[in-house]
């Protein structure tokens, strides 16, 4: 084991320690779900993301409170914009890690489709915005992927998930799926965030998980050996990985052919991903690299506070 790596096994819990590979395989699957969704309602990754950004921002008031704001929506379960609290451009470049100008460029093409508003203080994603069809499906589509995330985290014996008996997260067209949505965009947010750090750069971070779970997926299906990767030690080695071709990445994701192969041109290039027979692979390498560890760590944390949340969500508003 490199230094660095010991050095953060040293620091992390032994709990956290001995089931970082398995939720961080598991909460991947949730994660690439919730950036297909949010691809789907904004139209490309960056935007999605920003657009998460604003509303996690207006809405974050409400978060510390016992009823979530439950008494300012209305009948449609959404919150008026004067309930919004604005947030800046810059703010949003600084939680997102990205540059001003790049920021900048999505707000406002944003603004220009409606689908957020300028107003005293900053931007907000307005009640017109969340009304629209294709985020109340995404709500929806969320409380299945929530639900199933719970579920593998049970059954990998992750402590915190096994408070739930897989009916609280049932109403799909509750005021608590509304809030289990907002915290599920934190949730994406932050790993994102873990994800650009190892990267460098958010979309090339997107492809090269999801390349990563494509490789390890079979692990962690019944009968799969994930238990002999769980803990941050045990890193799947090169050989039980399982390639990925560049259409089948292209696919998964949403984008363009040429756009996922000059990505994966970037990854190889900087040795994140390399080309085996049948497609690409992450080496295990790249995860034992000081960043990703400590990203592995942060996430384990992450997912205990996004169950906690979405329990004390499920059980006090449906």
Same mark, same amino acid.
Request: hydrophobic content about 45%.
């Given at each position: 084991?490199?230094?660095?790596?010991?050095g953060i096994?040293?620091e992390?819990?032994?709990?956290?320690?001995? &089931?970082?590979? /398995?939720v961080? !395989?598991?909460?991947s699957?949730?994660?690439l779900?919730?950036?297909?969704?949010? /691809?789907?309602?904004? #139209?490309?990754?960056?935007?999605?993301?920003? *657009?998460q950004a604003?509303?996690t921002?207006?809405?974050a008031h409400?978060?510390?409170?016992?009823?979530? *704001?439950?008494?300012h929506?209305?009948?449609d379960?959404?919150f008026?914009?004067?309930?919004?609290?604005?947030?800046?451009?810059?703010?949003?470049?600084?939680?997102l890690?990205?540059?001003?100008?790049?920021?900048r460029?999505?707000v406002?093409r944003l603004?220009?489709?409606? /689908?957020?508003?300028?107003?005293? *203080?900053?931007v907000?994603?307005?009640r017109?915005?969340?009304?629209r069809a294709d985020?109340?499906?995404?709500?929806?589509?969320?409380?299945?992927?929530?639900?199933?995330? /719970?579920?593998d985290?049970q059954?990998?014996?992750f402590?915190?998930?096994a408070c739930?008996?897989?009916?609280?997260l049932?109403?799909?067209?509750?005021?608590a799926?509304?809030?289990?949505?907002?915290?599920?965009a934190?949730?994406?947010?932050?790993?994102?965030?873990? &994800?650009?750090?190892v990267?460098?750069?958010i979309?090339l971070?997107?492809?090269?998980?999801t &390349?990563?779970?494509?490789?390890?997926a079979?692990l962690?299906m !019944?009968? #799969?050996? #994930?238990?002999r990767?769980?803990?941050?030690?045990?890193?799947?080695?090169?050989?039980v990985r399982?390639?990925?071709?560049i259409?089948?990445?292209?696919?998964?994701?949403?984008?363009?052919?040429?756009?996922?192969?000059?990505?994966?041109?970037?990854?190889?290039a900087?040795?994140s991903?390399?080309?085996?027979k049948?497609g690409? &692979?992450?080496p295990?390498?790249?995860q034992?690299r000081?960043?990703?560890?400590?990203?592995?760590?942060?996430n384990?944390?992450?997912?205990r506070k996004?169950?906690?949340?979405?329990y004390?969500v499920?059980? *006090?508003l449906?």
């Amino acid at each position: 084991m490199a230094p660095a790596q010991a050095g953060i096994l040293a620091e992390a819990s032994s709990e956290d320690a001995a &089931i970082a590979r /398995i939720v961080a !395989r598991l909460s991947s699957e949730y994660v690439l779900r919730l950036l297909q969704l949010t /691809i789907e309602a904004f #139209g490309d990754v960056r935007a999605g993301l920003v *657009g998460q950004a604003v509303e996690t921002a207006n809405l974050a008031h409400f978060d510390s409170r016992n009823d979530w *704001g439950r008494d300012h929506v209305g009948s449609d379960l959404t919150f008026p914009n004067e309930a919004r609290r604005p947030v800046s451009v810059a703010r949003l470049a600084e939680s997102l890690g990205l540059p001003l100008e790049t920021t900048r460029r999505i707000v406002q093409r944003l603004v220009d489709q409606g /689908i957020c508003l300028r107003v005293e *203080g900053g931007v907000i994603l307005p009640r017109a915005a969340v009304q629209r069809a294709d985020i109340g499906a995404a709500v929806a589509a969320n409380i299945g992927y929530a639900r199933k995330f /719970i579920r593998d985290l049970q059954a990998a014996g992750f402590t915190e998930a096994a408070c739930f008996d897989g009916t609280e997260l049932a109403a799909q067209d509750s005021f608590a799926a509304r809030v289990a949505a907002r915290l599920s965009a934190q949730y994406l947010l932050r790993v994102c965030q873990l &994800i650009a750090a190892v990267h460098g750069d958010i979309r090339l971070g997107i492809v090269a998980q999801t &390349i990563i779970a494509a490789n390890t997926a079979h692990l962690d299906m !019944r009968g #799969g050996e #994930g238990w002999r990767y769980a803990n941050l030690e045990d890193v799947p080695p090169d050989e039980v990985r399982r390639p990925i071709r560049i259409a089948r990445l292209a696919e998964s994701l949403g984008l363009p052919f040429e756009t996922v192969r000059r990505y994966v041109r970037r990854l190889t290039a900087d040795g994140s991903c390399v080309r085996v027979k049948g497609g690409l &692979i992450v080496p295990r390498q790249v995860q034992e690299r000081p960043a990703a560890v400590r990203g592995s760590v942060a996430n384990v944390s992450y997912v205990r506070k996004f169950v906690r949340d979405l329990y004390a969500v499920t059980t *006090g508003l449906c």
